[in-house]
């Protein structure tokens, strides 16, 4: 008796407590696994959940009868494990994460128990062995179900999504739209002299692509790839710009170099002159921008540069930027003093809310900088999403750039009438807005915008046939005129947020025919359109493929939407189960029942009230306000781009308004109101989107990396040079923790590329808070710096005085989960370091 009590009390040692707590997490991790893979077996899922959930409990049993044969079952389950990750994902690293690393941790785990277990009872093998001859059953009906489930969803998943799928389908007359006769070949223009020449890029930087046919290209080369290893940051400059409490920060200033200035936009519109080469502060203009202007968040893309034919050079305002503020001015400065323009509309200043009828401050509200064409200064502005169908205006005007008099209006929703609208009357509310980047053409005189949805944009029952034909289009206008060149719109009623975020890239690009002046248009949708900017041509081939039907208005939906087919594009295969993710095993769990809940039959499935519905892309897939970088001389186009989901969901109207969401111009959200749901008010839905389709509780993304790349292609024989993850792992991680981890996940990246003549790719964009240089041939990684603060704006590359620089504004940005910053940082090699030490002491801050 008493030595079966001192075995018993050995029994309950160190080693058997550590077996239990084991044990116990087991349990904690095996009892939803099971459960969770039993339902997902319900919904048509994988089948491997449930018995490795199984395995886990039964492991934990064993364990706390102190039985060996729990390392036995748990084996058992790890390699089950093994060929079911490899089967599923292959050697993709990252796809493996939630497969593998939690069950490997769990071996360690187990294996350390070892000290406190015996061999089993006999009068328990037999039923050990039966449940582990079940277990390694399940495992191997895993492949058969799994086959025959994926089987279903896609026929050969991983084909190109550049092959057609079915034959072509002629555009619906109704949603597509272009020039009256785009295919006849394009006459001689006679060409309105220019009263303005954009000057280059080179030792300027004069506009935000360069210059206004955004090319983001630099003829400078004294920064090779052989040298670039050595850039170091030369001066640090910080506007005093910042949030006091909780308003959204998130510059994307790009700054203008005209001269020996460097001229750039704060987060609240201040515009700044810095000495080009010492980054010492000259002037300032603060044209106190109150805080509640700010919609999503406080945001300057930009300056416009205008040096007047017709006044002397050392008159005022000779030489002026001009500037959109988020209160909804066009305000003119004088380059050399920061004085405001006097003989520019009211001394200085132009009212944009004129016509616009019914606002409230941070619902119209212009992000980006006006396009200069000639000597028009074309204005548009954001209008912030999803608030209402009664919002104001997207009308687009032509303000002459040393008069600030309006010169024209295009108003879709009134077309022919090109000044105000009468008294009592209003622009055309609710139509599609510019909220990104135009480009221009001085010699054709065409201004080329790329347009977003009308309000709202995940309905759109009663949108206008004008609004029909121009939603998510690009369209050029006459800038001398105000009227459509030609348009053409990349997706048929979109009800999906894919608005064209993108400023487009003029270029002569090569056919068998010789260069044709070109425009491309990269979308959110990871595709290129390219055009003849004269007549809108296509020089890319462009079928209509049948999509989804259904969802809340399936009487309105377009039934197909096209595809560009004959150049390379980035558009993802469709999403399948296997691709979900998240650190474990549980939440790829949770992750996998999501995506087997919700409605998707792939790209454009539309928007659902029923249950949630997933977006692949969502809106901001593919490329955005950075667009991309174009070297003419080796003709390589470099873009950046996202892969990233969202998953949706209509909420009828009187479930938001019980909400307490309410547009901006009714009260705004409620306080304990949710945040991921938008009113759309005048209709009967709002709108809920978890963006990035997020995991609860580790904040991890649904979907599996790379969540951004980048690539190189070459114009001129339409194939991909390089493409590959872009961004590091080092700044994100679950519930918010930086990893610190150096490799490359492919983040989601906003903003753009600076290309050289020496070959080198400078861009900051990723979440990973670094600005780097990249050799455009290979792709190589040559240079990186750590940045203060989030880089998601594109940087401007100039010279001074024989000395090359990189400028990059490190403003951070809220929705892209970066740290807000107030900082513009150059850097220069080191040998051009004396001259600017010299004036500055250590360097200028």
């Known amino acids: 008796m008493a030595e079966a009590r001192a075995r018993h009390t050995t029994d309950r040692g160190p080693t058997y407590w550590w077996a239990v707590i084991v044990a116990v997490l087991l349990i904690a991790f095996g009892a939803p696994i099971a459960a969770g893979g039993l339902y997902l077996i319900t919904l048509g899922g994988s089948w491997y959940y449930l018995p490795a959930g199984i395995g886990l409990l039964l492991t934990a049993f064993l364990l706390i009868r102190q039985d060996r044969t729990a390392i036995g079952v748990y084996l058992l389950t790890y390699i089950g494990t093994l060929a079911w990750a490899f089967w599923e994902a292959g050697f993709n690293g990252w796809a493996q994460v939630p497969r593998l690393v939690a069950p490997s941790v769990v071996l360690l785990l187990v294996l350390s128990t070892w000290p406190a277990l015996k061999r089993g009872r006999r009068s328990f093998g037999t039923g050990t062995a039966a449940t582990a001859v079940t277990i390694a059953g399940l495992f191997a009906a895993i492949g058969i179900a799994n086959h025959s489930v994926e089987s279903t969803l896609a026929q050969d998943t991983d084909a190109p999504v550049t092959e057609p799928a079915t034959a072509p389908v002629p555009a619906p007359e109704d ?4 020039t009256e006769d785009t295919a006849t070949p394009p006459t001689p223009l006679d060409v309105t002299p220019i009263n303005f020449a954009m000057p280059e890029a080179g030792a300027d930087w004069p506009a935000y692509g360069g210059t206004h046919h955004a090319t983001r290209y630099s003829p400078l080369s004294q920064i090779t790839r052989d040298n670039v290893g050595d850039l170091e940051l030369v001066w640090e400059y910080r506007t005093g710009d910042m949030p006091e409490e909780d308003e959204r920060y998130s510059n994307q200033n790009t700054p203008l170099k005209i001269g020996n200035q460097l001229l750039l936009c704060s987060a609240m519109n201040k515009v700044i002159s810095l000495d080009a080469q010492t980054g010492l502060e000259r002037w300032r203009y603060d044209p106190q921008v109150p805080t509640d202007a700010i919609p999503y968040n406080a945001t300057c893309r930009g300056l416009a540069y205008y040096a007047s034919p017709t006044l002397e050079s050392t008159e005022l305002c000779a030489e002026r930027v001009i500037m959109n503020t988020l209160d909804a001015r066009l305000i003119a400065v004088d380059v050399a003093t920061g004085q405001l323009c006097s003989d520019f509309g009211n001394g200085g200043i132009v009212d944009l809310e004129q016509g616009l009828g019914h606002t409230v401050p941070g619902w119209y509200a212009p992000t980006s900088p006006p396009t200069i064409v000639r000597n028009v200064a074309v204005v548009y502005s954001q209008v912030r999403d999803n608030q209402r169908r009664d919002a104001p205006s997207g009308v687009v005007r032509g303000y002459d750039t040393e008069s600030g008099d309006m010169l024209w209006a295009w108003d879709m929703g009134r077309p022919g009438e090109k000044g105000l609208p009468p008294e009592g009357e209003t622009y055309t509310r609710g139509t599609p807005n510019v909220w990104t980047i135009a480009s221009g053409d001085n010699e054709l005189g065409h201004v080329y915008l790329p347009l977003g949805n009308s309000a709202v944009d995940y309905w759109g029952g009663m949108r206008s046939e004008a609004e029909n034909t121009y939603s998510t289009a690009l369209v050029a206008l006459d800038v001398t005129t105000g009227d459509v060149a030609w348009f053409y719109q990349t997706v048929h009623y979109d009800i999906w947020d894919y608005d064209l975020g993108s400023q487009g890239s003029l270029v002569d690009f090569p056919t068998e025919n010789g260069p044709v002046p070109a425009l491309i248009l990269p979308t959110k949708q990871a595709m290129f359109w390219i055009f003849d900017r004269r007549t809108g041509e296509l020089l890319v081939e462009v079928e209509e493929r049948p999509v989804p039907q259904g969802g809340v208005e399936p009487e309105r939906l377009s039934p197909t939407q096209p595809f560009v087919v004959d150049f390379p594009n980035l558009l993802q295969p469709d999403l399948l189960e296997k691709h979900m993710w998240g650190m474990t095993p549980l939440d790829q769990l949770w992750c996998r029942i999501q995506y087997r809940q919700a409605y998707y039959e792939g790209i454009y499935t539309p928007p659902s009230a029923d249950r949630n519905w997933i977006q692949w892309p969502g809106y901001n897939g593919g490329s955005d306000w950075g667009g991309v970088a174009i070297d003419p001389v080796r003709n390589i186009m470099v873009a950046n781009y996202n892969n990233t989901a969202n998953l949706n969901r209509l909420i009828p109207r009187e479930d938001v308004d019980a909400m307490g969401v309410r547009s901006i111009d009714q009260g705004g959200r409620e306080d304990g109101a949710p945040s991921n749901v938008s009113p759309q008010g005048d209709t009967p839905w709002g709108i809920k ?28 024989t339409r194939e991909v040079l390089w493409d590959k993850p872009f961004g590091t792992a080092r700044k994100n991680g679950p519930f918010g923790i930086p990893s610190m981890l150096p490799f490359d996940i492919g983040t989601p990246n906003n903003a753009g590329a600076v290309v050289t003549a020496s070959g080198l790719i400078f861009i900051a964009a990723t979440t990973d808070d670094l600005i780097r240089a990249m050799d455009i041939e290979s792709g190589e990684v040559l240079w990186e710096a750590e940045l203060p603060a989030g880089g998601q704006a594109g940087p401007a590359m100039y010279e001074v005085d ?17 740290p807000i910053g107030d900082y513009f940082l150059a850097y220069a090699l080191p040998e051009t370091h004396a001259a600017v030490d010299a004036m500055t002491g250590e360097g200028a801050e």
């Open 689 to 716: 989107v978890n963006a990035g389709w997020r995991v609860p509780f580790t904040d991890m993304l649904c979907t599996q990396p790379p969540y951004g790349g980048i690539t190189a292609i070459d114009l001129t």
């Open 802 to 818: 024989g000395q090359q620089f990189l400028v990059i504004n490190a403003g951070g940005h809220s929705f892209m989960e970066t």
């Open 175 to 178: 949603t597509q739209a272009t």
